[in-house]
């Protein structure tokens, strides 16, 4: 069974451009999870989808946003992009939102905004 | 809300030490509990995980046992190689919500 594969795996922009980065879950995963992860702040939750839905928000600004489609592959857009913005972001997703079920996670996209 | 504290490290050893890393965790209701590992340059893996009070998770020597009582859930191995140089995660899933904790550098020196 193929993991979660995220794509790119690097890119550089430059301050004030919007990024598009990509998930495909695992098959016969439904929830969709972003993280942010830096050297300071260690791993933030972005959001959560489930069946297209977004069920769950952390604290980022609006220049965040994700999506999800019918098969559950899953995009999530920066906006007007900051230096700050330069981090690992992860995808991870799961069958279901149930306590037992665990998260796999792709390999990130290492994005570096100059 | 749900919350994991974890000792953040770094953590250093020399190979074939004893390894504990704490964890204590805050949620309400009965969560699942997990760690997780991040090799250089790559994402996260399960390294282990307990569903339930007193259940022992274990994998690659490694173990954690679920102790409600404490709210804590330790990873611990008896026996470090240079290869388990990582970074090490504890989360808890409540169903809804997936917390990590803020991980744990460990370095271990040949």
């Known amino acids: 069974k193929a993991g979660v594969t995220q794509t790119p795996r690097y890119l550089i922009k430059t301050r004030g451009q919007q990024v598009t980065l990509s998930c495909s879950p695992i098959?016969?995963?439904?929830?969709v999870s972003w993280y942010q992860q830096t050297p300071g702040q260690g791993l933030q939750f972005l959001f959560e989808?489930?069946?297209?839905?977004?069920?769950n928000k952390g604290n980022f600004p609006g220049r965040f946003s994700g999506r999800q489609f019918s098969n559950s592959r899953s995009e999530m857009n920066v906006s007007t992009l900051e230096l700050g913005d330069s981090a690992l972001y992860l995808c991870?997703?799961?069958?279901?939102?149930?306590?037992?079920?665990?998260?796999?996670f792709g390999s990130g996209t290492q994005l570096s905004v100059l | 809300g749900d919350s994991v504290t974890q000792m953040e490290g770094p953590v250093t050893l020399s190979e074939e030490a004893f390894l504990t890393i704490n964890c204590t965790y805050t949620a309400t209701g009965y969560p699942s509990l997990f760690w997780y590992v991040q090799y250089p340059g790559e994402g996260l893996q399960l390294l282990l995980k307990?569903?339930?009070?007193?259940d022992k998770g274990s994998n690659k020597g490694f173990e954690a046992t679920y102790r409600k009582e404490t709210t804590s859930f330790h990873l611990e191995k008896g026996s470090v190689q240079v290869s388990d140089s990582a970074v090490y995660f504890c989360?808890?899933?409540?169903?809804?919500?997936?917390?990590f904790g803020p991980g744990t550098r460990l370095s271990v020196l040949p």
């Open positions: 307990a569903t339930k009070a007193d």
């Open positions: 989360a808890l899933s409540g169903g809804q919500n997936f917390v």
């Open positions: 098959s016969g995963h439904r929830s």
């Open positions: 989808y489930f069946s297209e839905t977004q069920r």
């Open positions: 991870a997703s799961r069958r279901a939102e149930a306590t037992n079920e665990k998260l796999f």
